[in-house]
């Protein structure tokens, strides 16, 4: 039994049955599907990470988001700007207590390098109904590609508990035609 | 020691029982069940919060009650059930006195203080950190050092394990190698050791920071870190419950392992890929290489997840091949059909197993895959994956096997069979509801740990779909069947434990249904003739639901902006 010493001393001598044997290669090679498919999908998939990100200081990257800002605001919702940058660009979205900002306005189709920071607790980019979820530190500015391909409004979300107002955090993208 | 141990003799086991050994399991199992109700009540509460036409708690309590349950159910309630099971599985189930037992209620004691502080402190409103406590966030000093003093204590009470098994084997107190299940435990302490070296890298310096010693810390390195500790520990918690599955199958039917070679190996692949889980965590964060993210989320190439899918063969396949030796050999399933569904260690030892796989096994293979995260990360996936493993799976199990504690160990028999009979059902049934219900929500973008999805107050609007809001009612309903379930098992073990009828030294506990142990099924015949059918099908479903869940979301993702 389980609860007792192996009846064989030598146990580790003992066959292996057929069923158990032909188990442990299937789940084997299901996990080098699975190992591999990862490394596939960099090669054959849309959606994939990057792993570019620098260190940056707070105050640094609200600079560079604030000159965006003031050079492509075309109007003003609920007091935030919003921000229609060109296609192509470097478009920044800070994050902090409790905020996403500011609001961006994209085009259909077109790529951005989306620069996420946060200036103070960590937060979580969680663009809904799309569902893309990144994680956002202070302290480290994370670059992503993105290539928005459907029109319409869309929310941003905080998805990393950031204090008592975490659930008050919600940001907006706008993809127009 | 000058003091001479003293011994019992088991009248069902015939295993021999070192009394001071028995004392401490008690103290930690009882401790265990204590933290399991009080955290239990915190989680009803959450759930209660997160049902939109519930919404119980304000925002302020919601967050305390969240980090208190985290704390409390995960850390405190599962780690004094696992220091029982250590004090178990080495001097009662090799027969030996537990090595230096003052040192083991020096643990005790030191992980009481902390699990107290800690406990106190977020009670006092300004730690609602959650149990990840992720800096820059701070909370109170007392909260670390309650959790640095648990771990300490848990420390020591794995080095009075392995105190044990050194004693153990110097006085030949059994032959050969020790029983798998003790293996088993010797896994769960060996990456236990390396937990708690992590935790104390991360949680030490907090400590200092959050006094003002320490002006830094580094928020992405103290999250690599946490998780060195907060995902082995879950590695931990996989190999206590496995054996348990094991303790269970052998006491309750006399199964005996198909293969030890192949249920140990098993077990070692946790030891050996562990170290590499904490990559899970962190698939999008800022700042690694998917190269270093795809070796380590699947710890070189799915090697643990193997040993996993490994005991979920030979766990059942076990059992059947016991049951087929007793003569139920119709068809596919009579040996299924007609185990002992009565009984409450055998019934939550098998559904532990079922949804350990299916709910919370293929679950978090799929969002641990590199890109698929991307989906998921801290949506209510995550809390639905792990109420798969932890609660379903984890939880389950300990519940089934105490079952067996208390007329074994307590030596008490157990009261309200009839509701005994039915609280492994309720329970496994409500928290299989909330895993797959939290899991569906969070497939629709709910974000986890969040206190209105209506974003009322929030100062721009935002919708999630309706579909959501029905997710979040039917795992407000199925809580309640959970913490049902939860207090009937509190109810009828602290009941069992303190009023039960106590049996004599010699006398047999008449519930559960223990064949005495000569009854094992010593032998299944050679490798070649092991005939397992209905296994192969359980395992064949299995696998084909694994494997087209796993496509299913990768279709999902295919679906979402382009990104790179
Ligand atoms: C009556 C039984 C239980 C119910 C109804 C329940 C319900 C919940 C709910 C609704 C959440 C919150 C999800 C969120 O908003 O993020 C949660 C979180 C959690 N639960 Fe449970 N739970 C129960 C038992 C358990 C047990 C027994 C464990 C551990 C063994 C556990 C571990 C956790 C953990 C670790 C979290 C995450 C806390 C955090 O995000 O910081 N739960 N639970
Ligand atoms: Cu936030
Ligand atoms: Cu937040």
Known sequence: ????????????????????????????????????????????????????AYKITPERFAEKSQAMIDEYTVREENYFPVVHPPAGSDVYLIARLWQWWPILELKKGETYRLHLSSLDWMHGFSLQPVNINVQVHPGYEMVVTIKPDQAGEFGIVCNEYCGLGHHLMVGKIYVVE | MA????????????????????????????????????????????????????????????????????????????IFFEMAVLYFASSVLLGC??????????????????AVVTNIVVLQGQSSVMFTSYVPMKAEPGFYLGIILFAVGALIGCFVFFGTLVVARQEKTYQGSVPLVTFGAITAAIIAVFTIASGAIILIPTLLW???????????????????????????????HVAVWYAIAAMVLGARPISEKVSRMAFLMYILFLQLASAHHMLVEPGFSSEWKIFNTSYAMYLAVLGSMIHGMTVPGSIEAAQRARGLTKGLFEWLRKAPWGNPAFAGMFMSLVFFGFIGGISGVVMGTEQINLIMHNTLYVPGHFHGTVVAGTTLAFMAI??????????????????AQWQPYLFGIGVAGI???????????????????????AQL???????????????????????????????????????????????????????????????????????????????????????????????YLSEVWPLS
């Open chain 2, 402 to 419: 105490t079952y067996l504690l208390v007329p074994l160990i307590f030596r008490r028999e157990l009261m309200f069979r009839k509701l």
């Open chain 2, 210 to 240: 959050s006094v003002g010693l320490v002006s830094h810390i580094d928020p992405l390195v103290y999250k690599t870190i946490w998780w060195a500790m907060g995902h082995s520990s879950q590695q931990i918690n996989v190999s206590a």
């Open chain 1, 1 to 52: 039994m389980a609860i007792t010493p192996p009846p064989q001393r030598i146990w580790w001598k003992e066959p292996i049955a057929k069923v158990e044997l032909s188990w442990i290669i299937i789940a084997f090679v299901w996990g080098l599907v699975m190992f591999f498919m990862m490394i596939y999908w960099h090669g054959a998939g849309e959606q994939n990470l990057s792993n570019e």
């Open chain 2, 97 to 114: 006195r537990l090595a230096t037992p003052r040192w083991a209620w020096a643990g005790f004691a030191l992980m009481l203080i902390g």
């Open chain 2, 3 to 78: 003091k001479t141990t003293q011994f019992r003799t088991c009248p069902t086991t015939g295993l021999k029982v070192d009394l001071a050994a028995e004392k401490l399991i008690k103290a930690n199992a009882v401790v265990a069940v204590v933290f399991l109700a009080i955290g239990g009540l915190f989680g009803l509460l959450v759930a209660l919060t997160r049902w939109p036409a519930v919404h119980f708690l304000p925002a302020d309590w919601f967050y305390l009650a969240l980090t208190a349950h985290g704390f409390d159910v995960l850390l405190v309630w599962i």
């Open chain 2, 461 to 555: 609007p935002f919708d999630y779909p309706s579909a959501a809001f029905l997710m979040m009612g039917l795992n407000g309903i199925f809580a309640i069947l959970a913490s049902l379930g939860g207090i009937l098992f509190i109810v009828i073990v602290v009941g069992s434990v303190f009023f039960g009828k106590k049996l004599a030294e010699d006398e047999k506990p008449s519930y559960p249904e223990m064949p005495p142990a000569a009854a094992a099924v010593a032998e299944h015949g050679s490798a070649g003739t092991l005939k397992i059918p209905g296994t192969v099908m359980l395992v064949g479903i299995f696998f084909v639901a694994f494997v087209l869940y796993y496509f299913v979301n990768w279709k």
């Open chain 2, 435 to 457: 895993s797959v219900f939290m899991m569906g929500a969070g497939t629709l973008g709910v974000s986890r740990r969040h206190w209105d999805m209506t974003f009322a107050d």
